[in-house]
């Protein structure tokens, strides 16, 4: 009886190597998932149970499928490629250094414009108007937060 390719195997690599390599070709410019990369690990993941499938295959049924020397080599190298991922996904991107002259959590922000969703003009000095006064201490509060976004607009 010939033996079949185990294309499992084959088809794991391969899906490891799109898993790995479409987030800095495609994802990143989409925030849902450039700022958690889960389409990723889901292809990871079914790329590592396929390749499971695969490696189990070969040794199961070896007369049956073929796959016992490709199996593991691939295998190391899909691994290789989730934990490099894994590196710069989790590890790599925490090292980008802090902004020094960035205002610190209770500073004061220095007063600047910045355009609005319709594209108007609007200073931070001119939200402070806007208060509430303050029903324990009877006098006015001025407070504004602040939500700064890395959009693309």
Same mark, same amino acid.
């Not at 990871?44 to 396929?50: E, P, Q, R, Y």
């Given at each position: 009886?010939?033996r079949r390719?185990n294309?499992?195997l084959?088809a794991?690599?391969?899906?490891?190597?799109l898993a790995g390599?479409?987030?800095?070709l495609?994802?990143?410019?989409? $925030?849902v998932?450039?700022?958690?990369?889960?389409?990723n690990? *889901?292809l990871?993941?079914?790329?590592? =149970? /396929?390749l499971?499938v695969?490696?189990?295959?070969?040794?199961?049924?070896?007369?049956?499928?073929?796959?016992?020397?490709?199996g593991?080599?691939?295998?190391?190298?899909?691994?290789?490629?989730?934990?490099?991922?894994?590196?710069?996904?989790?590890?790599?991107?925490?090292?980008?250094?802090?902004a020094?002259?960035a $205002?610190?959590?209770g500073?004061?922000?220095?007063?600047?414009? *910045?355009?609005?969703?319709?594209?108007? =003009? /609007?200073?931070l000095s001119?939200l402070w108007?806007?208060s509430?006064?303050a029903?324990a201490?009877g006098?006015?509060d001025?407070?504004?937060?602040l939500?700064f976004?890395?959009?693309?607009?």
């Open positions: 009886m010939k390719w294309i499992l084959y794991g690599f391969v899906l490891t190597l390599f479409s987030y800095p495609f994802f990143i410019r989409f $925030p998932t450039r700022d958690i990369p889960w389409v690990w *889901l990871f993941g079914v790329a590592l =149970a /396929v499971s695969g490696l189990w295959r070969a040794y199961r049924k070896p007369d049956l499928y073929r796959g016992k020397i490709s593991p080599i691939l295998a190391t190298l899909s691994v290789g490629i989730v934990a490099f991922f894994a590196y710069g996904v989790i590890w790599h991107s925490k090292e980008i250094p802090a020094k002259a $205002p610190q959590v500073q004061k922000a220095p007063d600047f414009t *910045l355009p609005d969703t319709q594209g108007r =003009a /609007v200073t001119s108007g806007t509430v006064a029903p201490t006098h006015a001025q407070w504004v937060l939500i976004y890395r959009g693309y607009w």
